[in-house]
């Protein structure tokens, strides 16, 4: 399992919830999911979750919301 993440400060919540609910399999990659050196790390995955970031006003993620940086 593989957790990837832009900012260095969300990785570590993320490492510390899975120290939390004491989950262990995963390898935690910072980096930009997009990007062909974390593509080629994850090249193994069988499913990916995809969470984008968004603005606070947005209670609800939709696909009309969604735009590419």
């Excluded at 947005?58 to 590419?68: A, G, Y």
């Amino acid at each position: 399992m593989y957790a990837i993440e832009r900012n260095p400060e969300k990785l570590e919540y993320a490492k510390k919830n899975c120290e939390l609910y004491s989950v262990s399999n995963v390898e935690f990659i910072l980096g930009d999911a997009l990007s062909e050196s974390v593509k080629e790390k994850v090249s193994d995955a069988n499913i990916i979750f995809s969470d984008p970031a968004r603005p606070l006003s947005e209670k609800e993620r939709t696909l009309e919301t969604l735009s590419l940086l």
